[in-house]
């Protein structure tokens, strides 16, 4: 059973690129509570894994994402949330809403769920991209995508701690358009658009690059899907 804490400070309008000072102020005015709220270990280095402790401007409130043990540990800061440092401006936080979920994520063989990119998507590492940016064809740069898609929703659920049936396998279906973000000072390649899906997956988790500081939140979508 997976636990999801969704923190929100509705009263509040920040920029999108503003997730990464979130994260900032939240990993060192609560250090001592967890690495996991800023995604790094004691000696400095940076926490490899999926990111339980996730922040977002999700059309322009600021929002943390907490699962399982990042759950547990917005829990116990709520109470001492009352105000947010960015960019030297204190901002009051008394006004926060918090909300505790539980379910199953899971991979069916007869169900399918579509999912809209609420930021841009980076789904490629140094050696997917090369393959997509020099494609011919638009079959081939959708293999790659779909590759990198199933990738990083393995590393999801990898992440949970939810290991998959054998002979269970995720299916992709990728509607996505290029754009560009910037990163520590770079212009890299992102993704807008859509996914269709065999995985019932969290809302509003990040997948990709950058899931920590707000890229590639993802919201499920309501309906049912006959097909594809």
Known sequence: MTRQTTLTFPELKLPRSDGHRLRGYFGNAFREHSPLLHNHLEDGTLRNGYPLVQYKMIRGVPTIIGLNEGADILLKIFADIDEIIIADQTLDANAKDL??????????????????????????????????????????????????????????????????????????YPTFRPTTVGMKGQRL??????????????????????????????????????GL
């Open 189 to 226: 390649t992102a993704f807008t658009g859509s996914f269709v899906t065999n995985a019932d997956l969290p809302d509003l988790v990040g997948i990709g690059k950058g899931t920590s500081r707000g890229f590639g939140i993802i919201r499920k979508l309501s309906g049912r899907i006959e």
């Open 99 to 172: 909300r505790f979920d539980k379910y199953e994520p899971n991979v069916y063989p007869d169900r399918l769920f579509a999912y809209r990119l609420e930021s841009p998507y980076q789904a490629f590492n140094q050696e997917q991209y090369p393959k997509w940016r020099d494609a011919t064809t638009d079959e081939e740069r959708f293999a790659v995508a779909q590759r990198a898609l199933t990738g990083h929703l393995l590393m999801l659920f990898k992440g949970l701690d939810i290991w998959l049936e054998e002979g269970r396998r995720i299916v992709v």
